[in-house]
């Protein structure tokens, strides 16, 4: 081999070492590493909304991330399931406004404040709630939620002493705790709810106290739309379906995700995406 093909070859291999490597076979990021992304969308149908800043994206689409300062928004029909990057699940039910009001997750710090302003959201807590239960927290008009390793759901009716609740809905917010503990507090007290119980408050200066009876012979009431379980699905609480043809509000799995997520991320109907001025 002579001089001038040594040298080609030597060229050939600093092009390859130098290329970029693509993106499926670069190493996914570790758990708690940093990232923009808060979470990722499971599932998403009907009518559907992700509003950043003064830019709109509708339907929410699996491809695209959710992020700190996200809001998502769901029509009647509309559902929305979330994986976040510390493990956590929510998903929100038809009817809901939904924002992740702050997300960080490193090895150094974490933060998982949320807000539903109305609707009904079902949620698992991650690490981040298993690390320091502090760092997760989710505000309604009517109360703030924190969490001591849990799953529970929420629905929000603020709105109902306004312009009037649907059949079944009473006005103000329902906790329902499926597991572990959540704790809620108002401008009139605290308290926190053990599992197998429910919390209604009518307003932000009602005092919190727990019903007499446990939700499960007592759940709270929340229409079906779009085959969404309400918030008083089979099985006790305020729970969403796997999907649209179901109404399961099974508490999670040792081991693996609640039965009301879907198995693996799956992308929302095809529509046309709008993503820009509102």
Known sequence: ??????????????????????ASAQPAPEPGSASPDAAQVLRSAGQTMLVRGSAFLSPVRAEVPVRSGDRIR?????????????????????????????WIYDAQH????????????????????????????????????????TAFSVHEAATCPVVGCPAGIEPGLTVE?????????NAAGAID???GSTLRLRDARTVPTLAAVPSRS????????GGIGGAGGAGGGAGVSAGPTGGDATPPE??????WIAPGTGGAPSATISFGRR
Do not use: H
Not at 218 to 224: E, I, Q
Not at 254 to 259: H, K, L, V
């Open 1 to 22: 081999m002579n001089r001038v093909t040594l040298l080609a070859a030597a060229a050939v291999c600093l092009a390859l070492l130098a290329a970029p490597v693509p």
């Open 74 to 102: 769901t029509g009647p029909d509309g559902f929305v399931q979330l994986r976040f990057a510390d493990g956590a699940l929510i998903s929100l039910q038809p009817g809901s406004d939904f924002r992740v009001d702050a």
């Open 110 to 149: 974490q933060r998982s404040f949320f807000e539903l302003l109305q609707g009904s959201m079902r949620a698992v807590s991650g690490r981040i709630g298993k690390r320091n239960p502090e760092d997760w927290r989710l505000r309604t008009p009517t109360a703030t939620i924190g969490i001591r390793g």
């Open 177 to 185: 705790v499926t597991e572990g503990r959540v704790a809620v507090r």
């Open 193 to 195: 709810v053990p599992a």
């Open 218 to 225: 007592a759940p709270a009431r929340v229409p079906r739309s």
């Open 254 to 259: 040792p081991g693996g995700p609640p039965a």
